[in-house]
């Protein structure tokens, strides 16, 4: 018999086991694994504004055979103050054993449980996955340089959450670069732009919001930015971190680029392009292997820069949203949890 229960301070070496076996198939660099009891509990139940009753774990007699983990992302990305908005609630993490035959009732049973959680709480939206500002948990962990939904690869949650009804409503492309093969862009326009600019890089730096640092604050982040030479005005930036862990299935070290972003106008210049390959050769020469980013599926500019650098898509990860006429299902009902 399965049973449904909140989390207790004695599940994160049950949990980690299961996250280290749950992903079957999974390609490097999507999944952090192995992870100790310990690393597992920093950075989920580490985080300060874990809720205990939001992590429902299945239990079939004493053994942790699946669990689910509700939450709820920020109010404003760019506020220095974390406060979080209860409005939309979202299903972060589904995992089931995968040798586990009770797989349907495991499922419905942890959904259930997660979304009445999130309505109690007040969600009036409810997602699975996760997206900025939509991201409580996991980034680090899942999804390679950002954690923006469910992954492509990662067919079993794909097949729980739309199984129960959710739909997609948002995709982003993840993409990487191989470095032992990325040679620097040759290209007239930049070698201009390198007159009248210069990169600045600032080694972990302080976080500018509590998002960054609840975020990725723990992976050593790294700021770049094209500075004007000639008033010292912020052209072009974006941040890096050190994707040690997600390193482990292949052993080739990662580092994740997010927060691109170009003055707009001083975009259409080669500003991006500039910067990317600064932070590109930069990385090799740290030892750095793989480079990883990710950008919405339909921004085809920011895939065709990224692509004229290199970097080739490897997998997708979707935001999926319960339709509201069954966002209340689950509100009323406690039998199992």
């Not at 009732?105 to 449980?113: D, R, S, T, W, Y």
């Not at 009248?196 to 700021?223: C, H, K, L, M, Q």
């Not at 500039?274 to 740290?286: D, F, P, V, W």
């Amino acid at each position: 018999m399965i049973n449904f229960r909140t989390f207790r301070n004695g599940d994160p070496p049950a949990l980690s086991e299961l996250w280290n076996s749950g992903f079957q198939g999974l390609p490097a660099g999507r999944v952090a694994r192995p992870l100790s009891p310990h690393e597992f509990d920093q950075e989920v139940m580490g985080k300060f504004h874990f809720d205990p009753a939001g992590l429902i774990v299945a239990e079939e007699g004493r053994e942790i055979v699946g669990y689910a983990h509700g939450g709820f992302g920020i109010d404003k990305v760019d506020d220095p103050i974390h406060r979080l908005s209860r409005l939309m609630g979202t299903i972060g993490m589904l995992l089931v054993r995968p040798e586990i035959e009770e797989t349907e009732e495991i499922v419905a049973g942890l959904i259930h449980c997660c979304e009445k959680y999130l309505l109690d709480r007040g969600a009036s939206v409810l997602y699975a996955g996760g997206r900025q500002p939509l991201n409580p948990y996991y980034w680090g962990i899942y999804g390679g340089s950002e954690w923006s939904g469910v992954l492509g690869s990662d067919l079993r949650m794909r097949s729980f959450v739309g199984g129960a009804g959710y739909e997609p409503v948002a995709e982003s492309t993840l993409l990487e670069v191989d470095l032992k093969r990325f040679s620097e862009p040759r290209d007239p326009k930049l070698a201009m732009l390198r007159r009248r600019t210069r990169i600045t890089i600032n080694d972990d730096p302080a976080p500018g919001y509590a998002w960054d640092e609840i975020a990725i604050g723990s992976f050593y982040p790294v700021r770049f930015a094209l500075m004007s030479k000639a008033d010292e005005r912020v052209m072009a930036r974006a941040m890096t971190w050190d994707m040690d862990w997600f390193s482990r299935d292949d052993d080739r070290p990662r580092l994740g680029i997010v927060e691109m972003y170009v003055e707009p106008e001083q975009r259409r210049q080669g500003m991006a392009r500039l910067l990317l390959g600064e932070i590109l050769q930069t990385a090799r020469g740290q030892g750095i292997e793989i480079v990883e980013v990710q950008t919405g599926s339909t921004n085809f500019p920011a895939i065709g820069l990224y692509k004229s650098l290199g970097f080739e898509p490897v997998d997708t990860a979707t935001l999926y949203r319960l339709p509201a006429e069954l966002t209340n299902r689950s509100s009323n009902d406690s039998r199992i949890c």
